[in-house]
């Protein structure tokens, strides 16, 4: 008898226009959050996603599903702050009854954190990925308008505790800020047993008066660690996860996220849903899809999955490379999106559709 791993995939993967699978989905639980980052949300004020607009639960586990039936394996809840969503095990444990979902993951700015993990790892969640861009509480301070750098160290510091492994601490790289930071962050994700991931600064929204000035490129990153460390050998792996993986001369690995300076759109198998459910198929996207009305209207699971199907067969986004192409011609300057724009549609800003 043939093997159940030689069986072919029942639910195989639609691909767009470029040949990209459909295999991930960032869900977005909240637009809101409790921090107002500097390179995501500028502003003390936002127009917020009205809350009758949002998503249920179970709402979303029905989209989650017609997305499983056309190949997503793998989920990751964003916001926002996905914590301040009350009761998001309930989500977890919904999305866990369906078979086709591999991995469920979380980002986190790890504020909440510690008070919901023993709920998270009981609930059944995988993986969790935290937001981490300085050791130092007055830097944390200018850069999120919040005195919150403590709580987030408390979260990191119950993750292991609590049962899970894989921990990863996502730290965007601001040239002069805080790019003098990376050989203590590595030491302090080592000591947590985390695996940091560098992202370069990008340049989505309109708020966050990005320039390409403050862009530490990934050659820069890994020369200041090979000056530190030296020799940083490249791991090489197949797969269409964002971050280019390097191992140090002790083993320690870490991440580079290369989006600004060297776009992976080629193998950009990612898409997001909004709180209010709307289907972004790239993050610089400023158009989307929006599903929460065909589901409330009772459109059937075949129409939806239609709907979805033709919506990635028909995707051509290469938002990151379309951006990086304009440096040629000198337009790259400034957000992509102008602040008056952001301001009318929420939805247009980076913390609404999950970073």
């Excluded at 969790?128 to 007055?138: A, K």
Aim: hydrophobic share 40%; charged share 30%; glycine share 10%.
């Amino acid at each position: 008898m043939e093997s159940e791993t030689m069986q072919p995939d029942p639910h195989p993967a639609i691909v767009d226009t470029f040949g990209r699978p459909l295999r991930n989905l960032r869900l977005s639980v909240t637009d809101r959050c409790n921090l107002r980052c500097a390179y995501c949300m500028p502003e003390e004020e936002y127009v917020w996603l009205p809350r009758e607009n949002l998503l249920s639960f179970e709402e979303m586990a029905v989209l989650t599903a017609l997305f499983t039936d056309v190949g997503v394996n793998k989920v990751r809840l964003t916001g926002g702050e996905p914590l301040l969503r009350r009761d998001l095990p309930r989500l977890i444990r919904l999305l866990l009854q369906n078979r086709r979902i591999g991995e469920i993951a979380l980002t986190t700015n790890g504020i909440l954190l510690a008070d919901q993990i023993q709920s998270l790892y009981e609930a059944g969640l995988h993986r969790i990925t935290i937001s981490l861009d300085t050791l130092r509480p007055e830097r944390f301070r200018q850069l999120t308008r919040r005195d919150e750098h403590a709580r987030v160290l408390e979260g990191i510091e119950s993750v292991g505790p609590a049962g899970f492994a894989g921990l990863k601490l996502d730290t965007v790289v601001i040239r002069g800020f805080n790019d003098d930071e990376l050989v203590p962050l590595i030491e302090f994700g080592r000591h947590y047993r985390a695996e940091v991931r560098f992202i370069e600064y990008m340049d989505v929204g309109g708020a966050n008066e990005w320039s390409p000035a403050k862009v530490l490129s990934r050659d820069a990153i890994l020369a200041a660690l090979g000056k530190h460390y030296g020799v940083v050998e490249p791991i090489a792996e197949r797969g269409s996860a964002p971050a280019q993986r390097f191992r140090l001369p002790d083993g320690t690995t870490f991440g580079v996220i290369p989006s600004t300076t060297t776009p992976f759109c080629s193998s950009c198998d990612r898409s997001r849903v909004t709180a209010d459910g709307m289907w972004y198929r790239c993050l610089y996207a400023t158009a989307g899809t929006d599903l929460r009305k065909p589901l409330r209207d009772g459109l059937s699971g075949e129409d939806m999955r239609a709907l979805i199907r033709a919506g990635w067969e028909l995707r051509k986004d290469r938002g990151a490379e379309e951006r990086k192409a304009l440096e040629r011609v000198g337009l790259r300057e400034g957000g992509l999106i102008g602040i008056e724009q952001l301001r009318a549609d929420p939805h247009l800003e980076m913390h609404a559709r999950g970073g």
